[in-house]
């Protein structure tokens, strides 16, 4: 362990994150089904520390793979109580897709994004985030059941925060 952390000190910065990337990406290519989904985490955390190089590269296919996978990431993240780590993993995955053209592109998957990064800032207790996401998001959805699921999310938060006539509002 001490060797590998020795050896890895003297890697700089950029060699740190192609080391990361090419394990995440020898992870994902290895690994499939339960095996993949029990290693998603670690395969997750590997590309997070090389995710400037992938910003870099601009590849949209790429982006997109990694987008979702950082999105089913936070979504196992959330569900394991872990929401600092959702936010970060759905953060990731919005900047794989910050491009002028994400909602026509991909609408289920941009809309899936939404609101796991609502319901990871909810359940972190950063309620103003949560609501500024479905704010900016609750136009762009085409059915109102899409709305309604994110204007619950929406009337909790107004609830708890003891903002009655904003839950109604909303």
Known sequence: DRVQQAAYSLL????????HLRIARHLANTRSGTHFQEQLFIIAQ????????????????DNRYLADLFLQTASKAITAAAYSSAQLFASNA????N???AWEDDYALRLRLN?????????????????????????RLHSAIEQAEFKNLLIIGKTLTADYQGAIEA
Do not use: M
């Not at 700089?12 to 080391?19: H, M, S, V």
């Not at 590997?46 to 296919?61: C, M, N, T, V």
């Not at 919005?94 to 897709?97: A, E, I, P, V």
């Open 115 to 139: 609101y796991t990064q609502a319901q990871a800032a909810f359940l972190s207790g950063d309620l103003a985030q949560s609501e500024a996401i479905i704010l900016a998001t609750v136009p």
């Open 99 to 101: 491009n002028e053209n």
């Open 46 to 61: 590997q590309f997070s520390a090389g995710l400037a190089l992938i910003l870099k590269a601009a590849d949209p296919s």
């Open 94 to 97: 919005q900047l794989l897709l």
């Open 12 to 19: 700089n910065e950029l060699q740190q994150q192609e080391t």
